[in-house]
């Protein structure tokens, strides 16, 4: 009986025998990820990050979602392709922050560091060129870019604080 356990442990291991693991028949196995099609017909109908309201569109607050709404298009989760402008509050300072997917494919199999984020210019010159530079070169989102351009400075106007005006109460007659 201890022939059989050992033959049956040896045949569930999660690590196949040295002889498998050079074939091509393994590494094409075991090496594919999931396609993002895929990835979103599952989560689509129930994912945690879901919002819904009544009278509103169904939203989403997944991590690198743009907009916020739950689509495909806008996935942070199921693309692999990620954009996404959003504020960082550490301390009293305020970042506009820029999420993008890993390049590195091995980063797929890790959610945790499978975003990047890299700090904003608050000068809006500066940062929308920031923007058009992550989406227009090897990242390949440009259907994106407008809209990233609109969240920054939508975040940007979001850290103004309203002024108060005092009146005097030695008004002038």
């Given at each position: 009986?201890?022939?059989?356990?050992?033959?049956?442990?040896?045949?569930?291991?999660p690590h196949p025998p040295a002889h498998l693991q050079t074939s091509p028949?393994?590494?094409?196995?075991?090496?594919?990820?999931?396609?993002?099609?895929?990835?979103?017909?599952?989560?689509?109908?129930?994912?945690?990050?879901?919002?819904?309201?009544?009278?509103?569109?169904?939203?989403?607050?997944?991590?690198?979602?743009?907009?916020?709404?739950?689509?495909?298009?806008?996935?942070?989760?199921?693309?692999?392709?990620?954009?996404?402008?959003?504020?960082?509050?550490?301390?009293?300072?305020?970042?506009?922050?820029?999420?993008?997917?890993?390049?590195?494919?091995?980063?797929?199999?890790?959610?945790?560091?499978?975003?990047?984020?890299?700090?904003?210019?608050?000068?809006?010159?500066?940062?929308?060129?920031?923007?058009?530079?992550?989406?227009?070169?090897?990242?390949?989102?440009?259907?994106l870019m407008e809209l990233a351009k609109i969240k920054f400075q939508k975040?940007?106007?979001?850290?103004?604080?309203?002024?108060?005006?005092?009146?005097?109460?030695?008004?002038?007659?």
């Amino acid at each position: 009986s201890v022939a059989i356990l050992a033959q049956a442990s040896s045949v569930y291991s999660p690590h196949p025998p040295a002889h498998l693991q050079t074939s091509p028949a393994f590494v094409h196995t075991f090496a594919m990820p999931a396609s993002a099609e895929l990835l979103w017909e599952c989560m689509k109908g129930n994912t945690s990050f879901i919002r819904k309201s009544a009278n509103m569109p169904i939203m989403s607050r997944e991590p690198g979602n743009l907009c916020g709404k739950h689509s495909f298009k806008f996935s942070g989760l199921a693309n692999s392709k990620v954009l996404d402008v959003s504020s960082k509050k550490v301390g009293s300072k305020e970042k506009i922050m820029l999420t993008t997917h890993h390049k590195k494919g091995s980063h797929v199999h890790r959610p945790g560091s499978i975003l990047l984020a890299a700090g904003l210019s608050k000068s809006t010159k500066k940062g929308l060129q920031q923007v058009t530079k992550a989406t227009e070169g090897s990242f390949n989102r440009r259907d994106l870019m407008e809209l990233a351009k609109i969240k920054f400075q939508k975040v940007k106007t979001s850290f103004k604080k309203k002024k108060l005006v005092f009146k005097s109460r030695r008004a002038t007659k």
